[in-house]
């Protein structure tokens, strides 16, 4: 019985983790990982750090959707984002909503 709990919860593990490791193949085959980690700013901020930053933010969604794909600046300092139109918008939106899930 013991071991049918413990199958279960690994199973359940498992699953939980398959689309956070699917969207984090999705950003490296999208070479966002060249600027971005999940938890630490390398050029660019961290995908932890501006879920944070966009927390509560009803428009965040539409207004990252729009600078990943066209790029831009400012916003966390001098380096600019490059503009992303190689992307699918498909795979730019998951991505989004993953980073602004808080990319786990």
């Known amino acids: ?3 049918v709990v413990i199958s279960a919860l ?15 193949e999705l ?3 999208s070479n966002c990982l060249a600027c971005h980690a999940v938890a630490t700013k390398v050029v660019g901020p961290s995908y932890q750090d501006v879920a944070k930053k966009y927390a ?11 600078k990943v794909k066209k790029g831009g600046s400012g916003t966390w300092g ?6 992303n139109a190689q992307v ?3 795979d730019i939106a998951t991505l989004v ?4 899930a808080g990319a786990k």
């Open 1 to 3: 019985m013991k071991s």
């Open 10 to 24: 690994v199973a359940a593990a498992v699953l939980a983790s398959a689309p956070a490791l699917a969207n984090l």
């Open 27 to 29: 950003a490296k085959k």
């Open 56 to 66: 509560g933010d009803k428009t965040a969604e539409a207004k990252l959707i729009d």
């Open 78 to 83: 001098a380096i600019p984002m490059p503009p």
């Open 88 to 90: 699918k918008d498909a």
């Open 97 to 100: 909503k993953w980073i602004l």
